[in-house]
């Protein structure tokens, strides 16, 4: 077995733990959804956010030739899987089994942080990409990394403006930035897996 291949499981497991609780909560939405009040908003950074988790594994695939992993690269991408799993954790709500369940007043009371986490999560998604592509520069994927990150640079901005200003339409326009740049982003910039 590879490195790559030892190392992947590991991360998987984290990003899965991640889907999996997004996952969970959108099911327990559905089951609770006569005593629920929804929240687009809300809606729209849970999938944010699990498009991150997604990106993330994919993106992973670029390091498949890197030989060898160091302790400090591992303890780095273990760390990033698990700050994904905690934002994931933020941004899903807590469903309970009875009583009724107001999303916007979770979004309300709540989005600032998940808003927040996601912005400083980008900020760091950009300085990996930026790290990552002129350390590959010489290989083709070096390109991929730092061309990824005109479609990070405006979900940052977006996240922290919606943070900071809690006006309605702002908000609407943050989650549209962000579900607009993974739209572009896996269209344009995600290239195929292969090997």
Request: glycine content about 6%.
């Amino acid at each position: 077995m590879h490195a790559f291949d030892y190392l992947v499981t590991l991360f998987s497991f984290v990003f899965a733990m991640a889907i999996a609780h997004v996952l969970a909560t959108v099911g327990d939405m559905v089951v609770a959804s006569r005593r629920l009040t929804f929240s687009w908003l809300n809606a729209g950074w849970i999938l944010t956010v699990l498009i991150a988790v997604i990106a993330w594994w994919l993106g992973i695939w670029d390091l498949r030739k890197q030989d060898p992993w160091p302790t400090p690269t591992i303890a780095f991408f273990f760390c990033a899987a698990c700050a994904l799993y905690v934002l994931a954790r933020i941004v899903c709500p807590r469903i309970p089994l009875e009583g009724s369940v107001d999303l916007e007043e979770f979004h309300r009371a709540d989005g600032g942080k998940y808003m927040i986490g996601y912005g400083v999560f980008a900020i760091f998604t950009i300085a990996t990409n930026t790290y990552f592509g002129v350390a590959s520069t010489a290989t083709s994927s070096g390109g991929s990394w730092l061309s990824q990150n005109a479609a990070v640079i405006p979900m940052a901005v977006a996240a922290f403006v919606a943070a900071r200003v809690a006006q309605h339409r702002v908000q609407v326009a943050a989650v549209i930035i962000e579900l607009t740049m993974w739209v572009w982003y896996f269209w344009r910039l995600q290239g195929a897996l292969t090997g």
